[in-house]
């Protein structure tokens, strides 16, 4: 099975890091074992914010929202919340590009099982971000 990344945009604007983060997604996906397409919804901080509120009760925004579906052929949607990862870049040290990048595999990793509840958990799950974001 082919592992698909689709990226879709609330305003429907072009997103020039797709080329870029499409073949990235796909491998960790490869590695991971996950057998299944990835939907990823690029949003303004209100849409975030809402969704926030709506599914975790959190009433703020986030960088990135990871819904796991579970479908066949569909391992969920990742919302990520584009102005909000510009304005957090500098705070990481990072570029767009790569703030954009650490969320996407981020969000990925939360669909592949990975958790950042417990020190042991947020710990093997920076391991991986730093495996797949270098």
Not at 63 to 74: C, I, K, T, W, Y
Not at 82 to 100: D, F, I, M, R, T
Request: proline letters at 3%.
């Amino acid at each position: 099975m082919s592992y698909k990344i689709s990226f879709f945009s609330v305003s429907n604007k072009k997103f020039p890091w797709q080329k870029l983060l499409e073949p990235l997604a796909e491998a960790l996906l490869r590695t991971e074992k996950k057998k299944a397409s990835v939907n990823v919804i690029l949003c303004d901080n209100a849409t975030q914010r809402e969704l926030n509120r709506k599914y975790r009760k959190l009433d703020c925004v986030t960088d990135v929202l990871s819904f796991a579906l579970n479908e066949p052929g569909l391992l969920g949607e990742i919302y990520i919340a584009e102005e909000h990862v510009k304005k957090q870049a500098p705070a990481y040290g990072n570029s767009y590009y790569k703030e954009l990048k650490r969320v996407l595999v981020h969000g990925l990793l939360h669909l592949c099982g990975y958790n950042h509840r417990t020190a042991s958990e947020r710990k093997a799950m920076r391991e991986r971000e730093m495996f797949y974001c270098g």
